[in-house]
């Protein structure tokens, strides 16, 4: 992608954001654009396929505190129609300056940051640089677990769909049998110079578009751009004690990189389907218990499950009351360290819809027995303290 190209993106509007926007914003409309134009969720249309690679492109520039800031300055330079010669600037000989507009953002390594794709579009210290190894895209997708499996860990299958080599031509844009050549405008350095107002301006070679290669007998399937947009399947281990919402990097996992650079990172966004029983709270897993009143009252020893192992016994003390809430050690999420969190047991005072004849005159028993206790002793003096 040519400076240009890149500069005139507006990857607010991409993504329906404003300019101002902070990263939760923009994390939020990308999941929402994302499940909404998603190969899998579109079969068939390859609109939703090139909708999707720029959301995932726009993310990439802005999630990225430094690529964001890069790229706003970028622009913001773009726009103002015109420049001004910084003091490191060199005269052309004709009133105007060739500078390195790659020093106002800083040269990156093989990461193909905007100080390169600046720096060569200028005729600085980045031109030249279209042949080095360039980094991989990361990749982003989601993925939704049961509760059970967050908990536990799992291993999971996720289809994603990148930019990669070819595969029929292996990346080198030429049919098969033949080779690429060296482009001979720009003789291989994939950048031509030119002066316009006083300015020396490098820019992508419009011969081979910046590929430094001129390929004569282009591949059938890429039409000699070296690139293909595939799906692929990889398993991914998701680690035990997950959270919902949480963000796992797998490194290298991402997009293959280009011209030898290494592959960039994959980023999986987990979502957790809640459980008929079971709740969580940090490392510790939650559950609420049913018990009868008389268990409540006179005490009992309770059977209580647990998340994927056998029930254990929970001791209910004598004038247990409704809402007490049990630890059992060991029975809940299992951290980073290898230990476990706890089991919280909540108890909850079952009351009878019905009461039989009999049932009814052991309650009244009951009441006439206690009939001296108020539970709601002092509840209005308090009130009006």
């Given amino acids: 992608m040519s400076a240009r190209d890149y500069l005139e993106k507006d990857y607010y509007k991409t993504l329906g954001v404003p300019k101002d926007a902070k990263p939760d914003e923009i994390k939020k409309a990308y999941r929402k654009l994302a499940r909404t134009h998603h190969p899998d969720a579109n079969k068939g249309d390859p609109a939703a396929e090139e909708r999707f690679k720029g959301i995932s492109e726009a993310y990439d520039v802005l999630a990225d505190e430094k690529r964001r800031k890069e790229y706003d300055e970028g622009r913001s330079l773009f726009g103002t129609g015109g420049f001004r010669a910084p003091g490191r600037g060199t005269s052309t000989g004709s009133g105007g300056y060739t500078f390195d507009v790659g020093d106002l953002f800083g040269q990156g390594g093989a990461g193909g940051g905007l100080g390169d794709i600046l720096g060569g579009l200028f005729g600085g210290r980045g031109a030249g640089r279209t042949t080095a190894p360039r980094r991989g895209a990361d990749v ?5 677990l049961p509760f059970s499996d967050a908990v536990e860990g799992a291993t999971v299958s996720l289809r994603l769909a990148s930019e990669a080599a070819c595969p029929t031509c292996h990346g080198t844009g030429a049919k098969g049998g033949t080779m690429p050549r060296q482009c001979p405008v720009c003789l291989g350095t994939g950048q031509t110079t030119r002066n ?7 820019e992508p070679c419009r011969e081979c578009r910046g590929r430094g290669l001129v390929v004569d007998d282009p591949c059938p399937d890429c039409h000699g751009s070296g690139r293909a ?12 004690g997950v959270r919902d919402g949480q963000r796992i990097r797998l490194k290298g996992k991402g997009a293959p ?8 990172d994959l980023f999986v966004n987990v979502h957790v389907r809640p459980h008929p029983l079971f709740g969580r709270k940090a490392d510790n897993l939650t559950l609420t218990v049913p018990v009868t009143f008389a268990e409540a009252a006179l005490g009992a020893q309770i059977k209580v499950p647990t998340l994927g192992g056998p ?6 003390p004598a004038g247990t009351a409704n809402g007490r809430t049990f630890r059992v050690k060991g029975k809940g999420v299992r951290r980073k360290d290898g230990t476990m969190g706890d089991l919280l047991v909540t108890v909850d005072v079952a009351v009878p ?9 052991a309650v009244e028993a009951f009441q006439n027995a206690t009939s001296g ?4 002793a002092g509840l209005f003096d308090q009130g009006r303290g």
């Fill in 140 to 144: 982003e997708t989601e993925v939704t």
């Fill in 196 to 202: 316009q107002g006083g300015f020396g301006f490098s």
């Fill in 229 to 240: 947009t595939g799906t692929r399947t990889l398993n991914a281990r998701i680690p035990a």
């Fill in 257 to 264: 990189g280009e011209r030898g650079g290494p592959a960039g």
């Fill in 311 to 316: 029930p254990v016994t929970l001791k209910l």
């Fill in 353 to 361: 819809g019905k009461l039989s004849a009999k049932a009814r005159e």
């Fill in 373 to 376: 206790e108020d539970p709601r």
